[in-house]
């Protein structure tokens, strides 16, 4: 599955997305109040002809996602898999 497709399929709840290359590496971990919305806006034209964004589409093969309850804890779970991956377009 395209990774436009699979953001389109993302739940509307709150949680982290991470963007993974072909070798499983972490690339970038992001926090969303709504999933579906926050993700899909990677593949608008504006986004994609921005360096650091359009790069990172590229390289990204997977995306995975995981809920929490509320904004907050997806701060804090962001933080700390920024931490624990140090990935490259954070």
């Known amino acids: 599955?395209?990774?436009?497709?699979?953001?389109?399929?993302l739940p509307t709840q709150p949680g982290v997305y991470l963007y993974k290359?072909?070798?499983?590496?972490?690339l970038y971990v992001g926090k969303a109040k709504n999933l579906r919305n926050r993700v899909r806006s990677?593949?608008?034209?504006?986004?994609?002809?921005?360096?650091?964004?359009?790069?990172?589409?590229?390289?990204?093969?997977a995306l995975e996602y995981i809920l929490?309850?509320?904004e907050k804890e997806?701060?804090?779970?962001?933080?700390?898999?920024?931490k624990q991956h140090k990935p490259r377009f954070n």
């Open 1 to 9: 599955m395209e990774l436009r497709e699979k953001a389109a399929q």
């Open 68 to 70: 929490v309850d509320n």
């Open 74 to 82: 997806a701060l804090a779970l962001e933080n700390n898999l920024i």
């Open 21 to 26: 290359d072909a070798g499983g590496a972490v």
């Open 42 to 61: 990677y593949f608008n034209e504006d986004r994609l002809a921005d360096a650091k964004t359009g790069s990172l589409i590229r390289e990204a093969t």
